[in-house]
């Protein structure tokens, strides 16, 4: 007989840790079923451009890097050697090449819709702690 009213006084205890099932039709709009919970709409990522949405690169022009703006992969590399870092994100390309002085990073733009993507922008650090180089003297040092 203990043990009887023992299992009924556990009844209420065990219907709290059950799980809310799931209703067969969506509750009328604006109201919601009480305990369950409404995920977020899923998110979608941008949309890609359209044909009108080209945006010309703004071209970097500074001393001594004019052997690298404007080079496409091909002249880099010959320049550098093999990219040890090679990402596309759109159209856009990022190229890093490095060496015991400096890292550098490069990166390269269509200058027109649908043109090859060619260096835009150079960007450079010291390999050791990452502080800021002068770009002209990097790429001097990573030339082959």
Partial sequence: MQNRLLAFAL???LGA???TIPQSRPPASGTQAPGTITAPPPTRPAPPPTTGAFRAPQVMNMPGLEGVIGSDLEDLERTFGTARLN???G????????GEACVLDVYLYPLRQGAEPTATYVDARRASDGIDVDRAAC???LRR
């Fill in 11 to 13: 009844i209420p205890l």
């Fill in 17 to 19: 840790c059950a799980s």
């Fill in 87 to 89: 990402v596309w994100e």
């Fill in 91 to 98: 159209d856009a390309r990022k190229l890093q090449f490095s």
């Fill in 139 to 141: 790429v001097a040092a």
